[in-house]
Structures are given as structure tokens and as C-alpha cells.
């Protein structure tokens, strides 16, 4: 008896560690199909749960190893921060794929995935990690700064020449290092706390927050050993094909209603509906946690010495706009960071009125745009003008 539940155990580990690798299972599921593999091994006659076990594994081995020599889960990805996405398990948050250099065809922006009615804007991206997963051309190269942020010092939808910090070193002769993560403002700042503490990286931060995302409450999530482990596991190919599947999936099902379209002379620009609606709001209660975090960074560790606010796509198009346009109120987001500025250790900065000037010139004198038409960043044009912030930040000129 004793034999029959060493074996139990033995297969139900290594069936549920294979489940694993596969990426898309929740960390339940897998607890329990190990539980319920470990009595049905228990069972079996004879050798049968060995091979039944082992051939999943083989299969499963065989299937990893024709999709990294067939690269299908590069092919595949929508973005190349979807491809790189990786779990950080010491940090139990996703960062990317360190030391990786990928030059990938997006075929479409966020929007145009969501709505096949919304033009897509093919571009070539150039994605380059270094040794902390993070997107930084030249890896940690004696920084002047540090930038601080998600999606939009991630440079989502940008090749790598469209970063802030590649338009700072080249156009202003200024080094800056991008701690950015797919995460939440929590995550991010974890991760700059931790690279500055172990990194000795310099003590100079500016810290990005996105009006149509990082002021929502944190995740109360939490990673226990297992989860980490198992979210560990799934950091290869297969994995990374098998969640490019679901995000697709996922893309495809979401309702296309929650994007529109607003003329702007012949053109259209695409803007996602919840994030009209985050600029529409004309109240904002901050998590008090939100708070505590920028006192931590700012007060305690004294990183964090300015904050940019970075407005929706129509907090910066809105006077451009035709159509029924919404009038747009002040943002009571950054009302609270300016409360929020007379109690701590850090200022405040507004980089709307810097955008809507750029929008204006850009459109009236060359008919671009700073933002993709069909998606929910900025591209180079808009990069260039929160470089050009952080410069003048810099110099004090601000």
C-alpha cells in the first residue's frame, strides 16, 4: 500500500508540474488535478500510471520542442510584449524576457485587434531587453534618471528608437533607464525599490501615471510559493504560444462597442470607451494606499522627486475632434495628486498641456498624429514631448 502511494504521489507531481508548463491553467486547477492524479494512480494496476504519466510528459516535451523549433510562439504574438511577458518569481510580478533582442510585424494597434471595423497601422518593432527584463537599449549604462512607469515608458506599439529613454540619450545627450513592467504602479514600484537598493542605480526617479490606468485600486493578490512556482514553469515556448492563444481568444470575444471612432478633417481616430470614461469622471477617491505608495517612494526612499500625470487619447484630442464630442472636465486624478504634492517629498508635473500643443502643431502643419490612430498610446511624436518633459525636469527648468 505504502508502494502504491509513493507512486501516487511521485506521478501526481510530475503530471501537475507538466500542467504547468502549459501556462494557462490556474494554480486551483492544478492543485487539483494533483490530488485527484495522485488517488487515481493509486488505483491503477501494475505499471499503468507510470506510462500514462510519463507519456503525457514525453508528448508534452515533444509538442515544447516543435514549437521552439518551429518559433510559432514569436509568429504568433500579436505585440512583443506579449511574446516576452515572463514571471518574475522572487517578485511574484511579469517583467520580460531578460537579454532578448526581437524584431516582430504588429499588424494592428490595441483597438484594431478589438474592432475589425477600426483601420489597422502595421509597424515594424525592434524589442531589446536587458539582464532585469527590462526594455532598455544599452542595459544599465550610468543613468542620469530613472523612469518609472507601465505601458507607456514600456513604449507599447513604439519600436525601440521611440522610447523616452532612447529620444533622451540621442536628442538631449541624457541617460535614462526604463523600469517599466506589464504590471500595476505597485509592481513597478517594488522593482525600482529593489534594482536601486541591489543596483546601486541612481537615486533619481520619475515616476508615470497613466489617467487611464494607474490610479485604479492595487490587486489584492497573493502569490504564495506555489503559485510562483508553477507561474515559473510556464516561462517557455509553449506556455507563451498557449497564452497568446487565450489573449486572442479574448481580443476576438470583447465587444467591439467599447471602441469609437471620431473624425478629425478626413481622418479617424479609435478611442477606447472606458478610458473616455475615466476622463469623463469628475470624482476621484484615491485608495489610501495609492498615497502611501508615493509617500514610500517619494518621503522614505526619496526616489521618486517628480510625478507626471499622462493623460486618455481624448483628454489631449478632444478640441481637434468633429462629431459629438463630450465636453471634458478637469481631471480630478491629478486634483488629488496636486493635494497629495503639499504633504510629500515629490512635484507634480502635467504633461497634457504639452501634449494638446504638440497634437495641434503636428496636425495643423503635417497632418500626423502623436498618438496610433488605432491604438491607446502615444507613438514617437508623443515620446518625444515626455522626453522633452524630463529634460526640463532635470535642468530645474520646470
Not at 521611440?162 to 517594488?190: C, F, V, W
Not at 494607474?214 to 507563451?240: A, C, I, M, Q, W
Not at 478640441?319 to 480630478?332: A, E, R
Not at 497632418?367 to 530645474?396: M, R, S
Request: one cysteine or more; glycine letters at 6%.
Amino acid at each position: 500500500m505504502v508502494k502504491h502511494i509513493l507512486v501516487g504521489v511521485g506521478c501526481a507531481v510530475v503530471f501537475s508540474a507538466t500542467l504547468a508548463v502549459y501556462g494557462i491553467f490556474d494554480v486551483h486547477i492544478i492543485a487539483y488535478m494533483l490530488a485527484i492524479w495522485a488517488v487515481a494512480c493509486m488505483f491503477m494496476r501494475g505499471k499503468n500510471a507510470l506510462y500514462i504519466t510519463g507519456a503525457f510528459a514525453l508528448a508534452t516535451f515533444v509538442v515544447w520542442g516543435a514549437v521552439c523549433l518551429g518559433g510559432f510562439a514569436e509568429k504568433n504574438a500579436a505585440t512583443p510584449e506579449q511574446y516576452l511577458a515572463e514571471y518574475n518569481p522572487e517578485m511574484a510580478l511579469y517583467t520580460f524576457a531578460p537579454n532578448r533582442q526581437v524584431r516582430m510585424e504588429q499588424d494592428a494597434g490595441l483597438l484594431a485587434r478589438v474592432d475589425p471595423r477600426i483601420q489597422p497601422v502595421a509597424r515594424e518593432i525592434d524589442f531589446i531587453t536587458d539582464q532585469n527584463g527590462l526594455r532598455n537599449t544599452e542595459g544599465i549604462n550610468d543613468p542620469n534618471v530613472l523612469l518609472i512607469g507601465s505601458s507607456f515608458v514600456v513604449g507599447n506599439g513604439n519600436t525601440q528608437s521611440a522610447l523616452m529613454s532612447d529620444i533622451m540619450r540621442k536628442e538631449h545627450n541624457l541617460s535614462a533607464y526604463n523600469i517599466a513592467t506589464p504590471g500595476s504602479i505597485d509592481q513597478q514600484a517594488l522593482l525600482a525599490l529593489t534594482l536601486v537598493r541591489e543596483q546601486s542605480l541612481v537615486n533619481n526617479g520619475v515616476l508615470f501615471l497613466f489617467e487611464g490606468e494607474d490610479f485604479k485600486p492595487f490587486s489584492t493578490e497573493v502569490h504564495y510559493p506555489l503559485k510562483r512556482f508553477l507561474n515559473y514553469l510556464s516561462n517557455n515556448e509553449l506556455g507563451r504560444l498557449l497564452r497568446e492563444y487565450r489573449d486572442g481568444f479574448l481580443a476576438n470575444s470583447a465587444d467591439s462597442a467599447g471602441v469609437v471612432t471620431y473624425p478629425i478633417g478626413a481622418r479617424k481616430l479609435a478611442f477606447s470607451k472606458a478610458y473616455i470614461a475615466e476622463t469623463l469622471a469628475t470624482t476621484y477617491e484615491a485608495d489610501p494606499k495609492f498615497e502611501e505608495l508615493l509617500a514610500a517612494m517619494s518621503d522614505s526612499a526619496g526616489l521618486v522627486k517628480a510625478v507626471v500625470f499622462v493623460p486618455t487619447k481624448m483628454r489631449v484630442y478632444a478640441s481637434l475632434l468633429g462629431g459629438d464630442v463630450p465636453d471634458i472636465p478637469d481631471s480630478p486624478k491629478l486634483a488629488a495628486l496636486r493635494e497629495m504634492e503639499k504633504k510629500h517629498s515629490f512635484k507634480v508635473y502635467d504633461l497634457t498641456p504639452h501634449l494638446q500643443a504638440r497634437a495641434i502643431v503636428e496636425w495643423g502643419q503635417r497632418k500626423q498624429f502623436i498618438w496610433w490612430t488605432d491604438d491607446v498610446y502615444w507613438n514617437e511624436h508623443g515620446a518625444q514631448v515626455a522626453a522633452e518633459l524630463v529634460k526640463d525636469i532635470l535642468a530645474g527648468a520646470m
